[in-house]
């Protein structure tokens, strides 16, 4: 059965900084668009950033440009959320996603891509 397993959330204040894993298992992840989602109390998700299966291609929501990177070891078969200058509005619980590439578009921020999820891990940012 395909797992994928979020740590890294927590508490931190306006500014600071947290780097999200997911590690997955019993797939390979070089076969596999992954993006990381986040939903907020009373929102729907959000896609915040995608990759494709080599690295070469990364995508992010407007919101946190310039801000988090998305990043991927498929060696150690894990995805990074590396995010910086947090605020506010960042607080959600956050989710990896994994689907089979295929050809076509790839419409990275739309939940219904994806064939696999996480269980979340909650980040909280403080003014």
């Known amino acids: 059965q395909v797992q994928l397993v979020e740590s890294g959330g927590g508490s931190v204040q306006a500014g600071g900084a947290l780097r999200l894993s997911c590690a997955t298992s019993r797939i390979t992840p070089s076969a596999y668009d992954m993006a990381w989602f986040r939903q907020a109390p009373g929102k729907e998700r959000e896609g915040v950033a995608g990759?494709?299966?080599?690295?070469?291609?990364?995508l992010y929501t407007d919101s946190v440009k310039g801000r988090f990177t998305i990043s991927r070891d498929n060696a150690k078969k894990t995805l990074y959320l590396q995010m910086n200058g947090l605020k506010p509005e960042d607080t959600a619980i956050y989710y990896c996603?994994?689907?089979?590439?295929?050809?076509?578009?790839?419409?990275?921020?739309?939940?219904?891509?994806?064939?696999?999820w996480g269980q979340g891990t909650q980040v909280t940012v403080s003014s």
């Open positions: 996603a994994a689907r089979l590439w295929r050809r076509g578009t790839w419409s990275w921020y739309s939940p219904s891509q994806y064939n696999y």
């Open positions: 990759i494709s299966p080599s690295g070469d291609s990364v």
